[in-house]
């Protein structure tokens, strides 16, 4: 009940809320007994004007939640935690944090602190499950159950030289192009348009053809690296996703770990498509849309702007697999 109601937003709180956050199979009498426990205690406070309900033992209708005095004992508890502690761990921010936030991190705060207790600091990086097995038992806490949220909160994230571990890259190669000293690169969305290009990369100038799986690619991208090692060669990399706010966001986010290219000639042939209504709700980023409008000319950011804003977008399947093959044959890419 009061890790609930420490939860809610508002500073009041109606009865019938509070009902909804009681147990299950419980009587009021036990409902009514807690509650009263919190008036007593100061969390809730009924106002002096607040009706009362009938029952037996009465409660008000509404109350007032003091927060502070509800998370005093919260407070208490990490001063007094803070000095069994090792001093690398900082608990500040857990002051400024929901109680459960910190009743749910504490267990493997104490693993973590077990770890620098006995082993130390580091001397050097390993990847992420390894850590993460070594701290906390459990390979995927990491990166999987949201170990390094725990970790940067405790300001000790750097200190633990952890290597993040991606998913490798899927990309089909041009294996006539592999000699180059030049490589271009297409990066696509989804994995329609990624199968509708796949036969064509041997009559084209790139590289590679890689599968983006949406954000996956602002981790995967890594790696490519790694699976490609081509070394004093040049890269150049180009952008193809759907024409909406979450499209155009992921390339964004792309654009600020490499250096990236928008594939204009595969937009501009969207942007003459009859646009489709947008079924998910995006939020839109200004700055992203404003970067990614200043490629194109007037008419198409006033037809892309009118678009979006009607909730309505371009998906990449917009182009058949005819259409697709065909402008990636005969754009050129070397001057765009």
């Known amino acids: 009940m009061r890790g609930k109601i420490s939860?809610?937003?508002n500073s009041f709180?109606?009865?019938d809320h509070l009902e909804q956050f009681a147990e299950h199979n419980i009587s009021y009498e036990q409902f009514a007994l807690s509650i009263l426990a919190l008036e007593e205690e100061g969390v809730l406070v009924a106002g002096k004007s607040t009706h009362r309900n009938l029952k037996v033992p009465s409660l008000a209708y509404k109350y007032r939640i003091n927060k502070a005095l509800l998370k005093k004992d919260v407070y208490q508890d990490i001063e007094k935690k803070r000095f069994k502690l090792h001093?690398?761990?900082i608990l500040d921010e857990y002051f400024h944090l929901p109680p459960e936030v910190w009743k749910?991190?504490?267990p493997y705060i104490e693993k973590i602190n077990t770890y620098i207790e006995t082993n130390g600091l580091p001397n050097n990086e390993v990847p992420a499950p390894e850590r993460s097995l070594a701290l906390v038992g459990d390979e995927k806490w990491i990166q999987e159950k949201g170990g390094q949220k725990i970790l940067e909160r405790l300001n000790i994230w750097d200190a633990l030289q952890i290597t993040p571990v991606s998913d490798p890259v899927a990309f089909i190669i041009n294996p006539k192009k592999v000699t180059s000293d030049k490589h271009l690169h297409l990066i696509v969305e989804n994995k329609t348009t990624f199968d509708g290009l796949s036969?064509?990369?041997?009559?084209?100038?790139f590289t590679t053809l890689i599968y983006g799986q949406g954000y996956k690619i602002t981790s995967s991208i890594d790696?490519?690296?790694k699976q490609l090692p081509l070394d004093r060669?040049?890269?150049k990399f180009y952008y193809f996703g759907d024409l909406?706010?979450?499209?155009?966001k992921i390339w964004y986010k792309l654009r600020q770990i490499i250096d990236i290219h928008l594939a204009i000639p595969f937009y501009a042939e969207c942007i003459d498509k009859t646009p489709t209504t947008l079924k998910t709700k995006q939020k839109p980023s200004e700055e992203a849309i404003e970067k990614f409008l200043s490629y194109f000319d007037s008419i198409q950011q006033e037809k892309v702007n009118i678009t979006l804003e009607n909730k309505k977008y371009w998906p990449q399947e917009v182009l058949s697999s005819k259409e697709l093959k065909q402008v990636w044959r005969e754009s050129n890419w070397t001057q765009s």
């Open 199 to 205: 036969t064509a990369i041997l009559d084209t100038q």
């Open 244 to 248: 909406d706010w979450e499209g155009i």
């Open 104 to 106: 749910n991190d504490y």
């Open 223 to 225: 790696y490519f690296h």
């Open 13 to 15: 709180i109606t009865l």
């Open 233 to 235: 060669v040049h890269h």
């Open 7 to 9: 939860r809610f937003k």
């Open 87 to 89: 001093k690398l761990l």
